[in-house]
């Protein structure tokens, strides 16, 4: 069965610094999102992008985020000046159309020190 | 606002007992609703979903029924198993511009089956 691959699993980053999580989608599908779920919390909504460009976004999506689909196949997540409130595990997750289910990534696990 | 209760956790049952988790949810029109289960040290896999009032979603022996009178979408399985050990997630989507429909979580529920 195809399946979202995030890469990396763990990225360990001082605060501060600039980090890229990576997403592989799923060959054909059009609708690509980001959720994080802080330690122990809800996994919240932060961004989903459709047709090269941001549907919608949350308030924890501020000027420090960003997304893009550089080459037409990674979906990327980057964070430019990283704060300890941004450790969290970082879900990917595509959809083919607006009605079918949104299939989720293994996560990656950002820990800013 | 869109929200998501779950009961909460952590729920410890023997091997072939009954379960439910309970949801209820306050959403503006009509969402979709889904259940999707956590496995340790996986991401989220969408375990059964409903779209409208009276619908019911099976999967692997779970069930759950849209009930929009109570506005809950309670989980429930007649005899789990130690392989059912994972966190449970109730969600919500509601279609939003561009017809990307983000989901709203709760705060999941962490089941543990012993043998």
């Known amino acids: 069965e195809p399946e979202v691959t995030q890469t990396p699993s763990h990225q360990v980053t001082q605060m501060g610094q600039e980090v890229i999580l990576r997403c592989v989608p799923i060959?054909?599908?059009?609708?690509f999102y980001w959720y994080r779920q802080i330690l122990g919390q809800k996994v919240e909504f932060l961004v989903s992008?459709?047709?090269?460009?941001?549907?919608?976004k949350s308030e924890i999506f501020d000027d420090q985020f960003s997304v893009e689909r550089p080459d037409g196949s990674n979906f990327t997540l980057k964070i430019r000046s990283t704060k300890l409130e941004d450790s969290a595990m970082y879900f990917c997750?595509?959809?083919?159309?607006?009605?079918?289910?949104?299939?989720f990534g293994d996560g990656t696990r950002l820990s800013i020190l | 606002g869109n929200s998501v209760t779950q009961m909460e956790g952590p729920v410890t049952l023997s091997e072939e007992a009954f379960l439910t988790i309970n949801c209820t949810y306050t959403?503006?029109?009509?969402?979709?609703l889904f259940w999707y289960v956590q496995y340790p040290g996986e991401g989220l896999q969408l375990l059964l979903k409903?779209?409208?009032?009276?619908d019911k979603g099976s999967n692997k022996g779970f069930e759950a029924t849209y009930r929009k009178e109570t506005t809950s979408f309670h989980l429930e399985k007649g005899s789990v198993q130690v392989s059912d050990s994972a966190v449970y997630f109730c969600?919500?989507?509601?279609?939003?511009?561009?017809?990307?429909?983000?989901?709203?979580f709760g705060k999941g529920t962490k089941l543990t089956v012993n043998p």
């Open positions: 992008f459709y047709n090269n460009e941001i549907s919608e």
């Open positions: 959403a503006t029109g009509y969402p979709s």
């Open positions: 409903a779209t409208k009032a009276d």
């Open positions: 997750a595509t959809q083919g159309d607006s009605a079918g289910p949104q299939h």
């Open positions: 969600a919500l989507t509601l279609s939003t511009q561009g017809g990307s429909e983000k989901l709203v």
């Open positions: 060959s054909n599908h059009l609708y």
